[in-house]
Each structure stands twice: as structure tokens, then as C-alpha cells.
């Protein structure tokens, strides 16, 4: 069974693939997105998770959330259609279980922190700071904000404006954004949260959709609506990363529909630091070795000796060349 393999890719890096994001330092860009890889040592059987930039873990809010009704995941071309709904025992069984579990292993854990007030982000931000082994958190503000009556946090400026200061008052770590796509202007949206204090954005998070079954006449998921992910968005995610990244000074993170070294290397060249893997680890969950593997290969061919030369190295024709390069 592939579950019980081992199978452990190594590589002698020739490349320096070191990326900084706030105050993290990551030994290469390559890290797992929130809600595709649980919390990292469910994957040990298929990698040495140390080897890997960070890990982005589960969803995790104030108290425990039992996740959306059944059926909540739909196969889509090129894609998948989820509506989990945050389902996690909550900020105190992290702290309490998974904490102790995953401390210590050589790798970046980083948060991922959901809620339905400014309230429940602040709590549990406050929480995971005292955590000597949780370096940063990435603030997930595609929640809808019951205190306002349902909008979601990502899609209305002054809210996410808000959380973001909020959370930054009370949270001294490294503390990454992670932008909505289902907004009309992504450069207003990096702007105004670089402006409340964030370290970092990351984006994009899923895209809002919907899947039909026609035989039956309803929706394939309980929700109607879900989360669109996998090769399907990586269009859009491309855009939205260059734009915001020649939009804000802070560092960007790619995601979105990265399926293999080829997928990363275009983020990093549109203008991210570095890339989480999502939807990819369900189909081969040791797709992050390869990937770190052919970034590696790919900076030694091209003759760069840092990975950090290849962010926004996008040659554009001309009449784009108003944009700045930059440094991280
Ligand atoms: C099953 C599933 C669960 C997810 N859970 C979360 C989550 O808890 N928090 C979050 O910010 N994003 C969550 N996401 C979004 C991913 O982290 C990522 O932003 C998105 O899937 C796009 O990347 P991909 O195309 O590589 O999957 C989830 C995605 C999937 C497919």
C-alpha cells in the first residue's frame, strides 16, 4: 500500500532556496496548504516533513465546529468542489494534543486562524502566541462575520481591515494574511491589509462555485455552494498573485492549483515568495518533495544561485515595466 511506502525523496541542493517571510526564516518556498495536509505528521509515511518550508495547518477557531453536512466535496474538472465548513476541535485540543505532537519537528508550523467575530481571532491568536513553537499564523478571513450580520470578513474591506488590526495588537509573531479571490480589486484588499500591520499575504483561497447534478435537479453538496480548488483556478491565482505583489512592499505567498515544480516556479516568477501545495497532496502526497526537487533543478539550469532571484522575475513586454522589482 502506497500509505505504508516510506518512500523518502532526497536531493543535495546546488541552489540557495532560503526564503524569509516576516520573521520566518524558510529553508525553501515550498510549504502545504491549510486543510490539505492536516497538521503534517499524518504524512510521514510518504516524506520526511522536516524537509519542507512549512506547514500550514487545519483550520483552527475558538472552540469546536462539526464542519458542514454530507455530501461536501465534489469532483469538478480540472478541480474540486469543497464545503468542509472549518471542522476542528477548536484552539484549546491544538494546544492541549496536536502541539505537543508536531513541536518538534524542523520545519515551520504556521496556524491557519479562522473565526465568526474579531473576538474569536483575537482569543485564539492570543492563545497560539504563547506557543514557543508556532513561529507565525496565517489569518484565514473567508469566515462570515456573524457580528455583521453574515459578510465575509475577505470580501468587505473595513472588516478584514479590521481583524487584521485586531490580531495585529496582540500577536507580535509573524502574521500572514490570506486573501479571498472572490473580490473585485485584489490590489485594494493587499493595500489596505498591509496597511493594518500584516507581515505577509498569502492567496488565493478557494473560489466560490457550484456543481449541479442533472439527473436529480439539486446541488451536489449539502451547502449548494463550496470552495473551488485545484488546477482549475490556477489562472486566476497567477493574476491575483502578480497584482498583488506589485501592489504591497510585504511578501506575497502563491496558492492555487500547484501541481508540480513548473506550477511553482510561474508563482515565483508573478511575484511570490514562496507556494502552498493544496489540493495536489490528495493525489500524490508526496507532491512537495518533488516540487522543492525541481525548483532546485530548475535554478541550477537556469544558472540563478538563489531562489530569492526568481520572485517577480517576470519578463513583461513593454508599457508593463512600470512595476518595481523587489527584494525579500
Ligand atoms: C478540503 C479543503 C479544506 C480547506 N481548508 C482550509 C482551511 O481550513 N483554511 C483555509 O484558509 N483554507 C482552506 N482551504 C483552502 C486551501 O488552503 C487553498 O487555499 C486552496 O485549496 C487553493 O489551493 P489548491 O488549489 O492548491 O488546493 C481548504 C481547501 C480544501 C480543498
Redesign the pocket.
Known amino acids: 500500500m502506497l500509505g505504508r511506502a516510506r518512500i523518502k525523496y532526497q536531493t543535495n541542493h546546488m541552489a540557495d532556496l532560503t526564503v524569509h517571510i516576516g520573521g520566518l526564516e524558510l529553508k525553501n518556498p515550498v510549504t502545504t ?4 495536509f492536516g497538521y503534517g505528521p499524518e504524512f510521514t509515511d510518504f516524506m520526511d516533513i522536516s524537509r519542507l518550508g512549512g506547514i ?1 495547518v ?2 483552527t477557531t475558538g472552540g469546536l465546529r462539526e464542519g458542514n453536512p454530507y455530501p461536501r ?1 465534489a469532483e469538478t474538472h480540472s ?2 468542489l ?1 464545503s ?1 465548513g ?1 471542522q ?1 476541535k477548536g484552539v484549546d485540543y491544538f494546544i492541549d494534543h496536536i502541539y505537543p505532537a508536531i513541536k518538534d519537528y524542523k520545519t515551520n508550523f504556521i496556524v ?1 486562524v ?1 473565526g465568526s467575530t474579531i473576538d474569536e481571532y483575537v482569543e485564539v491568536a492570543e492563545k497560539l502566541a504563547g506557543l514557543e513553537k508556532i513561529p507565525g499564523i ?1 489569518l ?1 478571513i ?1 469566515c462570515p462575520n456573524v457580528k455583521e450580520g453574515g459578510m465575509v470578513f475577505g470580501t468587505h474591506c473595513p472588516s478584514a481591515v479590521a481583524v487584521t488590526e485586531a490580531v495585529r495588537k496582540i500577536f507580535p509573531k509573524t502574521l500572514i494574511v ?1 486573501l479571498s479571490p472572490n473580490v473585485t480589486s485584489v490590489p485594494e484588499f493587499a493595500k489596505a491589509i498591509e496597511g493594518a500591520g500584516a507581515d505577509a499575504l ?1 492567496l ?3 473560489l466560490l462555485a457550484m456543481a449541479i447534478d442533472a439527473e436529480k435537479r439539486k446541488p451536489v453538496l449539502a451547502t449548494v455552494t463550496g ?1 473551488l ?3 482549475a ?2 489562472p486566476v ?1 497567477l493574476r491575483m498573485v502578480w497584482e498583488a505583489y506589485h501592489s504591497v512592499s510585504i511578501p506575497v505567498i502563491g ?4 501541481m508540480n515544480a513548473t506550477d511553482a516556479i510561474e508563482f515565483l516568477l508573478a511575484g511570490a515568495a514562496a507556494i ?5 497532496n ?1 493525489i500524490d502526497p508526496a507532491v512537495s518533495m518533488k516540487v522543492i526537487n525541481g525548483i532546485d533543478d530548475y535554478l541550477v539550469r537556469h544558472g540563478f544561485s538563489s531562489v530569492r532571484e526568481l520572485t517577480g522575475k517576470l519578463e513583461l513586454p513593454g508599457g508593463f515595466n512600470r512595476f518595481r522589482p523587489k527584494t525579500f
Do not use: D, R, W, Y
Open positions: 496548504a491549510s486543510g490539505c500550514f487545519k483550520g466535496m478541480g474540486m469543497n468542509v472549518l476542528n491557519n479562522s496565517e484565514n473567508s490570506k498569502s488565493i483561497n478557494t470552495g480548488s485545484g488546477p483556478i490556477k491565482a496558492i492555487g492549483g500547484i502552498q501545495i493544496g489540493t495536489a490528495f
